[in-house]
């Protein structure tokens, strides 16, 4: 972003190291007997805005990197277009670390094992405000089900579970919008446009619940 926005305390010394060498033993669900790696983070530690997706797919899991496929790849452009630079200005990760069998969704029970590693990323991250990339971050993060055509785009304020004083913004996934290429008024890409520069609006605002 322009001024970049790198005004978060780092994290303690160590933490995230820590944290992704417990994330790399962890063994809480059966998705760690298909990986290869455990896919934690990318993206800066200090960045006040998140960004939370799915899991990985297979490009993840050969890289150990979220967001580096080709969905990935919008990702970036779409932040780059409202000023936001993926590596400088934002801290990527996903509801689950490890990638699930042929792309599937993650179960109830998989989200659930993972979650604490999430909510310690959060904590020690701290982001002012957190995108939830797609319906199953939406449904990993807040337990809100389904409607991401109706809730995309609306704010929600964090509550409970270290989301208190956070903002929350749900938007279509990048790999829905690779499959609705259309940037026409009113499409997918075009509400996600819209909801980016809704975002940026309140990283440059300042603006807490
Ligand atoms: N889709 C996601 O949700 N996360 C990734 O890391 C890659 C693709």
Redesign the pocket.
Known sequence: MTPPAHTSPLPPDGALAELAASCAACRRCGLAAGRTHV?VSRGNPRARLMVI?????AQ?DASGL??V?R??QLLDQMLASVGIDSQRDAYIA?VVKCRPPDNRKPTPEEMAACRPWLAKQIELVNPAVILL??ATALEGVLGVKGGITKLRGQWRAGEGEGLEGRWLMPIF?P?YLLRNPSREKESPKWHTWQDLKEVRRRLDGEGRP
């Open positions: 896919v997706g799915e899991g990985p797919g993840e979220p967001f496929g969905a990935g996903n990339a797609g996934h790999s």
